[in-house]
T-cell receptor
Framework: GDSVTQMEGPVTLSEEAFLTINCTYT??????LFWYVQYPGEGLQLLLK?????DKGSNKGFEATYRKETTSFHLEKGSVQVSDSAVYFCAHGTDKLIFGTGTRLQVFP | IAGITQAPTSQILAAGRRMTLRCTQD?????MYWYRQDLGLGLRLIHYSNTAGTTGKGEVPDGYSVSRANTDDFPLTLASAVPSQTSVYFC?????????????FGPGTRLTVL
């Protein structure tokens, strides 16, 4: 069945380090792909999305490219900040969203 | 604009009791969803509604029921709570006019069933 696999966390980085959070998916059809972020004590909010192959979603310095050939949607940021500390969820869907288990990012000064 | 509101913020409930979690959105979105979030399992869809008057079952519907009498409200009811329903519950909404679109989430309800 359809699923999303994310790298397990926590990911611990120093401020200004490069970030990659891996995400791969299995799906029938051509799903839209999403990254959501959850800050402590809050609900999820959309970080970025891509709706077709080779699309690049970007927001707040984060980027992810829809790679159909590798069924991946890895999240990257060139220089993380302490304020980026949160849990990041990869998700995909054609009709309903299927979420990964989340990856906790901890950024230290 | 409030977006999505949920109530209560948190609740401790005795097993066997009935509980309704409330969700209201003011964005006139046609679709609404209920998820539960458990450590190591991510978010799992409980029930959804694509439009007022219709509902559907998600991945983990057992023990839960929903109704969608109007566009704005989507309450989730636990008829007889059990400890395995201890979780954080999130309501979300989206505009489905163009297929699957961005979902907007409420702040969550933390439920503990003893």
């Amino acid at each position: 069945g359809d699923s999303v696999t994310q790298m397990e966390g926590p990911v611990t980085l120093s401020e200004e380090a490069f970030l990659t959070i891996n995400c791969t998916y299995t799906a029938t059809g051509y799903p839209s792909l999403f990254w959501y972020v959850q800050y402590p004590g809050e609900g999820l909010q959309l970080l970025l999305k891509a709706t077709k192959a080779d699309d690049k979603g970007s927001n707040k310095g984060f980027e992810a490219t829809y790679r159909k050939e590798t069924t991946s949607f890895h999240l990257e940021k060139g220089s993380v900040q302490v304020s980026d500390s949160a849990v990041y969820f990869c998700a995909h869907g054609t009709d309903k969203l299927i979420f990964g288990t989340g990856t906790r990012l901890q950024v230290f000064p | 604009i409030a977006g999505i509101t949920q109530a209560p913020t948190s609740q401790i409930l005795a097993a066997g009791r009935r509980m309704t979690l409330r969700c209201t959105q003011d964005m006139r979105h046609n679709a609404m969803y209920w998820y539960r979030q458990d450590l190591g399992l991510g978010l799992r869809l409980i029930h959804y509604s694509n439009t007022a008057g219709t509902t559907g079952k998600g991945e983990v519907p057992d023990g839960y029921s929903v109704s969608r009498a109007n566009t704005d409200d989507f309450p989730l009811t636990l008829a007889s709570a059990v400890p395995s329903q201890t979780s954080v519950y999130f309501c979300a909404s989206s505009n489905r006019d163009r297929g699957l679109d961005t979902q907007y989430f409420g702040p969550g309800t933390r439920l503990t069933v003893l």
